[in-house]
């Protein structure tokens, strides 16, 4: 019974928090309900956007680490075998 009040009681602050943070910006409870769906979308879009500009950079990234790190782990296997 204790966890569940100790977590009702952290959900109670971080919601004060939350509001007192929403209402310094002017957000009112009505137009965050209203905007919501377009607010959502907008971020999906955001991370989506920036998937696509940071996949080209993974792969030129991994052309580069994967190599080494297979070396490194079949050196590490090879280190291990010998000393075994």
């Known amino acids: 019974m204790g966890g569940v009040v100790s977590t009702v009681i952290k959900l109670a602050i971080v919601c004060f928090l939350v509001g007192l943070l929403l209402a310094f910006f002017d957000v009112d409870p009505v137009s965050l309900m209203r905007h919501l769906p377009d607010?959502?979308?907008?971020i999906f879009e955001t991370l989506l956007g920036w998937t696509r500009r940071a996949v080209p950079y993974i792969m030129l990234g991994a052309i580069v680490v994967i190599?080494?790190?297979?070396?490194r782990v079949l050196l590490r296997a090879a280190r291990n075998r010998r000393s075994s």
Do not use: D, G, L, R
């Open 67 to 71: 190599p080494i790190w297979i070396i």
């Open 39 to 42: 607010t959502v979308y907008a």
